[in-house]
């Protein structure tokens, strides 16, 4: 029941960086994760990075393709999830959803209830 808005997706090059940023709104209460996922053209949807926390303690998941160069954070007081993204690839090219849900370990989409409609980010090599 979260309302998700993502926005700051667009066109860069190679070897530049990007910040996405997801927007929260409405019934938090069951929500204490959120997640970055993406789906590029002919591929699965597949996990980015995660955030969980319990109290004033977070956790941090990443996929092993973006370890290094993603870091996923949140501000609470803006309600906002942000992706920052360094050294992008053009592999990196994709839709980028954001997604609220729970998990305890090893974030899947099926944790995930609450998803957003994707910002586009492309990379040109």
């Known amino acids: 029941q979260v309302h998700l808005a993502e926005s700051g997706g667009g066109l860069v090059q190679a070897g530049d960086s990007l910040r996405v940023s997801c927007a929260a709104s409405g019934r938090t209460f069951s929500t204490y994760a959120m997640g970055w996922f993406r789906q590029a053209p002919g591929k699965e949807r597949e996990f980015v990075a995660a955030?969980?926390?319990?109290?004033?303690?977070?956790?941090?998941d990443y996929a092993d393709s973006v370890k290094g160069r993603f870091t996923i954070s949140r501000d609470n007081a803006k309600n906002t999830l942000y992706l920052q993204m360094n050294s992008l690839k053009p592999e990196d090219t994709a839709v980028y959803y954001c997604a609220g849900g729970y998990y305890i370990s090893g974030p899947r989409e099926s944790d995930f209830h609450s998803w957003g409609q994707g910002t586009q980010v492309t990379v040109s090599s």
């Open positions: 955030i969980r926390w319990t109290g004033n303690t977070y956790y941090y």
